[in-house]
Nanobody, 112 residues
Framework: QVQLVESGGGLVQAGGSLRLSCTAS????TGWFRRAPGKEREFVGS??????AYSDSVKGRFTISRDNAKNTVYLQMNRLRPEDTAVYYC???????????WGQGTQVTVSS
């Protein structure tokens, strides 16, 4: 059983920054997703070995990094916008190409 613990959400003004953390019980390919009220879940970005990917909506503003010693993947979010308001989830791939385990989610609210 893989356990994921997310932290770092909160309330910030537009233009501000937040850093989310996702700590797993091992080292796995990790993705970040978000779900805004009334919208479908959206891919934000992912870290997989040497490959990092971002959605077009966050490219240039968000950065994913990893601390291998802590089994933690970070989502640094800069120049936040009100439309970034959502519950953010991390997920990991344990077996195969699908995300098998999901974090509990953390709320990010960006005020205008």
């Amino acid at each position: 059983q893989v356990q994921l613990v997310e932290s770092g959400g909160g309330l910030v003004q537009a233009g501000g920054s937040l850093r989310l953390s996702c700590t797993a019980s091992g080292r796995y390919a990790t993705g970040w997703f978000r779900r805004a009220p009334g919208k479908e879940r959206e891919f934000v970005g992912s870290w997989s070995g040497y490959t990092v990917a971002y959605s077009d909506s966050v490219k240039g503003r968000f950065t994913i990094s990893r601390d291998n010693a802590k089994n933690t993947v970070y989502l640094q979010m800069n120049r936040l916008r009100p439309e970034d308001t959502a519950v953010y989830y991390c997920a990991v791939k344990v077996v195969g190409a699908q995300y098998d385990y999901w974090g509990q989610g953390t709320q990010v609210t960006v005020s205008s």
